[in-house]
């Protein structure tokens, strides 16, 4: 009895999670929205800000995801009447892929953008077309890597609006929020303060610098990649022989149908996955500190940007 009931409220929350999902899954017209509307306030600004959302398709992808996590746990529920397999399913389906991303993959792909874009600067001070820093930078956002182009971009704004430069090169190392990109910024900012000669002598420092730091970081990940790949083939294995095991043998599962065989194969879910975080947390490269201090933005009520300094 006790089950029964419990088994019926996890299933009435389920069903109010893809109702949730649903809801905010769909697409209004930006003009047709109003405060309190979901997605820009009311139960869509509740889901994205408690769920962590991220903003376009990205959060549609994990919205769809997670509702085929949902779904998949109710199936799960009703083959095999355990009710700990809907709370077991969407823990597996939603944590075990983070679990086993690579969490180094962003920052390498940030760094040797950061390398092929201080390239770009140099090569443009080189051929003459650009003599100055601005110019320089201004015309970089034609070959920005993908990885920083958004940064980019808003570098090459703020320097069209009249943004003293040292002030956008601030902006920009808050932005990428990576100890390379300060360097970078760091040096920019000197050069941009003396106006002298030598730039081109420092943008070569600075590409070797940063090539070299690219090539320690792959470096690294490559030492580090035969946990994650141990890792996932653990877990493929441990996959396969569950499902086969529930699928070829059935009794194997009637130890867990009692509210103690739940517990204990609960437990188990939750050992595994703290397994894969351990390993996770193992393979992660650490930034070292960074060189420059923290901006902080805040929007006025006139829509612009107010930077506070902690040093």
Same mark, same amino acid.
């Given at each position: ?94 944590? +075990? ?85 300060? +360097?970078?910024?760091?040096?920019? +900012? ?122």
């Amino acid at each position: 009895m006790i089950m029964g009931v419990v088994g019926a409220s996890v299933g009435f929350g389920l069903a109010a999670a893809v109702l949730l999902l649903v809801l905010g899954l769909r697409r209004r017209p930006r003009w047709s929205r109003r405060p309190g509307a979901l997605g820009t306030g009311g139960l869509g600004a509740v889901w994205m800000r408690w769920t962590r959302r991220p903003p376009g398709a990205a959060g549609r992808r994990r919205d769809l995801w997670w509702l085929g996590s949902g779904v998949l746990a109710v199936l799960a529920f009703a083959l095999s009447g355990l009710p700990v397999t809907l709370v077991a399913v969407p823990l597996v389906t939603i944590l +075990v892929p983070w679990l086993l991303s690579n969490p180094n993959a962003a920052g390498i792909v940030r760094t040797a953008a950061i390398d092929q874009w201080v390239r770009s600067l140099r090569s443009l001070l080189l051929s003459g077309s650009d003599n100055t820093l601005e110019g320089a930078l201004q015309s970089s956002l034609a070959t920005a890597p993908e990885a920083i182009r958004e940064p980019v971009q808003l570098l090459v704004a703020r320097i069209n609006a009249r943004w003293p430069t040292e002030r956008a090169l601030a902006m920009l190392a808050a932005e990428l929020a990576d100890p390379t990109a300060d +360097v970078v910024a760091a040096a920019l +900012v000197l050069a941009a303060k003396r106006r002298g000669t030598g730039l081109v002598e420092v943008l070569d420092g600075l590409a070797v610098a940063v090539a070299d730091e690219v090539r320690a970081r792959r470096r690294i990940e490559g030492e580090r990649a035969s946990a994650r790949a141990a890792a996932r083939y653990l877990t493929m294995i441990f996959a396969a022989m569950a499902a086969g095991l529930a699928l070829l043998n059935p009794a194997y599962l009637s130890p867990y149908a009692t509210p103690l065989g739940q517990l204990v194969l609960l437990a188990s879910v939750l050992g595994f996955l703290v397994a894969l975080w351990v390993v996770r947390r193992i393979t992660v490269v650490k930034d070292p500190p960074r060189l420059w201090p923290t901006v902080t933005e805040a929007r006025t009520g006139a829509g612009m940007r107010a930077e506070v300094w902690d040093a």
